[in-house]
């Protein structure tokens, strides 16, 4: 009687390779690659179907021990790893079923799936489509540098994935404890190729205690952006009272979005922010609009309108910054919500050019209109000057430069010249804004032509400029002077020689190995006296005296002052510059001004007859890594004392480490200390940590400025940062001069989840502006982008 068959039997190993090398291979040869492809077994190693051109990826089997049947499965034990593509799998047994393209993998399974870790106890996957359920899984997300748990993970496919009862946190993972912050879900879907995720039944706990949930919460994977609320801000100040608002964010399309903040304060009512963003290929720019209808406080609506624009049609630019603001107490009450640098003094202003590039040179032909909203207030002492408005500005600007084969007859000192000129002429309407004080002077119209022509001579180590240069002015002002003219006009023409050299040599300094410079300079200028006593000034003003003006022929900028100098500046500077690192360690400089005749076109509108004017002394110095320090002194020869002087220095000796110190000088009108820091105050901070250290590091971070003039605290902030890893708690006051005898005093609180979000006001952004070096303690931890939206 014949014997019944044998069941299938696994195949020893020894007889997998002789099936391999007699059996599979001519199969293989024969058959079209599948996603169910035939497996090939080479030593431990079990394959697919070699990868062709255009093919999907081979399935590769490794593991300790490994068994097989043809084209049906294979079983796999001890220190399993299947590969497939970017897909990695490793586990302590897998089943895997060829022709269903299943993988069923027990132990301690792993997957490592395009930068993102999944770990877990059990899992059953569809490797080609990687379809498949994770049972209790642990996760890392690369994107993101978070982790978290669910109770369940089904992957849909490749890019999309699904959540159950899971949680997301930035923390460290620890078995025994809770994280300090999480998010925990009832549900939650991932979509990887749109980087963007969606939680429902949201909550944010914090140490334990939930301080937000949703119902419904979207957020992204990357720095993509993605619609929905963003976390809330708080602010606190003695004006406002509590500020508590919710943004949310827009992403209308990929080149525009915008941003709507609801907020309410409890002295003043409630309002709206909001703002809209575009970049398109010709244009972009910026819209706000804050709007607070009814403050309690003021008794009326309360606005704030910024502009900021630019683009262009064709060969044409343009450039709008403007920002207006409801009334004159706006920068006061709301001082966070004006962007000018001067809060008091807020521009409109629209440029309109277009250049031509041409051999022998360039145009630039403009178009400007530019308003001022000077916000006065009702105490006549701190009222002040505005300046006159554009209305408009209409001007064309010509520069060339000859080749030097024109001018290769003209030789001076063996080398080819190089003549350069320019022509700017303009039209300028000049207009005072209803906002300018009393008393001030009316405006009028002004043309003005500006030439030059120069010829710059010079070598590697020196050059020599000689310069012609003329300012011409023509006025047709509204109200007439006193001797009953409205119209005026002048010429004034400039003589100028610009001439220095640059020496330089090896040397050392305090045992370093150094390249020392010289570099003497001389500027010659003569400038004629025309009387310009009776002539508006719409637009020039006093240049501050310093190393850079004291160089320049004509002490105001503008148009409508030019000082009468006849006078040679000389000055030297050195510098020394390691030759190991390529950076400025020492650098010392002298400027000194003599005038050959009495100046009488002056800022002040004195004369001035000293022969000699105030000696400029500057020095800076980083000789050694952890201190940098720099000074500028005005002195004045006549008296012996100083008349402006600036002393800094800063000590950063590592990281989160910096203390910099200023004594600010003005004689007969300021003298200030300010006081800046960055420093560890207790703790072992993060990077010195073991991962069974617990508690945190305290910094604190501030500013002070002291008035010595009127012994008192002006603008100033100082506070705290607690740093405790995968958080960052920030709180501290912020003290800001609002006039002679006001202030405005707010409090800063602001909670950073690493990796996820910042809630609270933005202290991080007052340090950073305020104290010079600070450093953001998460900033190797945190990704360039918020995790919510």
Not at 75 to 83: H, P
């Amino acid at each position: 009687m014949p014997r019944p068959p044998r069941p299938p039997q696994p195949t020893p190993l020894s007889t997998l390779i002789t099936l391999a090398l007699c059996a599979w291979g001519p199969a293989l040869a024969q058959q079209p690659p599948a996603d169910d492809a035939p497996l090939l077994l080479r030593g431990s190693r079990l394959l697919g179907a070699p990868a062709q051109a255009g093919a999907k990826p081979a399935l590769v089997i490794g593991a300790g021990k490994l068994a097989a049947q043809v084209d049906q499965t294979a079983e796999a034990t001890d220190g399993v790893e299947l590969r497939y593509g970017e897909l990695v799998l490793r586990a302590d047994k897998l089943h895997y079923r060829v022709v269903e393209d299943l993988a069923k993998a027990e132990g301690q399974v792993n997957i490592s799936h395009k930068g993102n870790v999944f770990t877990g106890p059990a899992l059953q996957l569809y490797v080609s489509r990687f379809e498949g359920e994770f049972l209790t899984p642990s996760f890392f997300l690369g994107s993101t540098g978070g982790s978290g748990k669910a109770k369940v993970i089904n992957f849909v496919d490749s890019e999309h994935l699904t959540a159950t009862q899971g949680t997301y946190t930035s923390c460290p993972v620890n078995e025994d404890q809770e994280p300090a912050w999480q998010i925990s879900t009832r549900s939650m879907r991932m979509d990887l190729a749109a980087n963007e995720g969606q939680a429902d039944g949201a909550v944010l706990r914090f140490l334990g205690v939930p301080i937000l949930a949703a119902p419904s919460l979207s957020f992204p994977l990357s720095s993509a952006r993605k619609s929905g609320w963003l976390p809330p801000n708080i602010f606190l100040d003695n004006r406002s009272g509590f500020e508590f608002g919710v943004p949310y964010y827009w992403n209308i399309a990929p080149q525009r979005d915008a941003t709507f903040t609801p907020f309410v304060m409890t002295k003043r009512g409630v309002g709206l922010d909001s703002e809209f963003r575009y970049l398109e290929p010709d244009h972009s720019g910026r819209i706000n609009i804050d709007l607070l209808p009814g403050d309690r406080v003021f008794g009326h609506t309360r606005w704030n309108l910024k502009l900021n624009n630019d683009g262009r049609f064709g060969d044409w630019r343009y450039r709008l910054r403007s920002e207006r603001v409801s009334d004159d107490d706006y920068w006061k009450d709301l001082s966070r919500r004006v962007e000018s640098q001067t809060p008091r003094l807020l521009g409109s202003d629209l440029n309109v050019s277009r250049r031509k590039e041409l051999f022998w040179g360039t145009i630039d032909t403009y178009a400007r209109v530019q308003h001022w909203q000077s916000l006065q207030g009702s105490d006549a002492l701190s009222q002040f000057d505005t300046p006159y408005q554009r209305s408009p500005q209409l001007g064309v600007r010509v520069t060339t430069a000859a080749d030097e084969a024109v001018l290769d007859s003209f030789r001076p000192w063996g080398r080819k010249a190089r003549l350069e000129g320019g022509l700017e002429l303009e039209y300028n309407r000049f207009d005072l804004p209803a906002s300018a004080r009393a008393g001030q002077a009316r405006g009028g119209q002004r043309v003005h032509a500006l030439g030059h022509v120069s010829t710059p001579l010079g070598g590697e180590a020196w050059w020599l400029i000689p310069r012609v240069a003329f300012n011409a002015a023509a006025y047709d002002l509204d109200r007439p002077l006193t001797d009953g003219r409205t119209r005026l006009r002048r010429v004034i023409p400039t003589l100028s020689v610009d001439h220095g050299w640059i020496f330089e040599r090896d040397t050392t300094l305090f045992g370093r190995d150094m390249r020392q410079s010289l570099e003497p300079r001389l500027l010659y200028v003569n400038t004629p006296l025309r009387d310009q006593s009776t002539l508006p000034n719409f637009d020039s003003a006093a240049k501050d005296f310093n190393f850079d003006s004291i160089y320049t022929d004509n002490q105001f900028s503008g148009v409508d002052r030019v000082s009468d100098l006849h006078a040679v500046s000389v000055g030297a500077t050195s510098r020394w510059v390691s030759t190991a690192r390529g950076e400025e360690v020492l650098r010392l400089g002298a400027v000194q001004r003599f005038l050959f005749r009495d100046q009488f076109v002056t800022p002040d509108g004195r004369p001035v007859t000293q022969r000699f004017s105030d000696l400029l002394l500057a020095a800076a110095a980083h000789l050694e890594e952890r201190w940098w320090a720099d000074g500028t002194l005005e002195f004045n020869p006549e008296t012996g004392r100083s008349e402006r002087s600036v002393v800094r220095a800063r000590y950063a000796p590592g990281p989160f480490k910096t203390l910099s110190l200023a004594y600010r000088f003005a004689r007969d009108q300021s003298e200030q200390l300010e006081l800046a820091w960055q420093w560890p105050i207790a703790g072992r901070p993060v990077t010195q940590r073991s991962e069974t250290s617990c508690g945190g590091a305290w910094y604190s971070a501030g500013r002070v400025q002291y008035s010595l003039r009127d012994k008192r605290l002006t603008d100033s902030v100082a506070g705290f940062e607690y740093d405790a890893g995968c958080w960052v708690m920030r709180f501290g006051l912020e003290r800001l001069s609002t006039g002679r005898a006001e202030t405005n005093t707010r409090l800063m609180l602001q909670l950073e989840l690493v990796g996820l979000s910042q809630l609270g006001s933005n202290a991080l952004k007052v340090l950073k502006d305020n104290v010079p070096g600070y450093r953001r303690l998460s900033s190797d931890r945190s990704p360039s982008s918020d995790f919510l939206p």
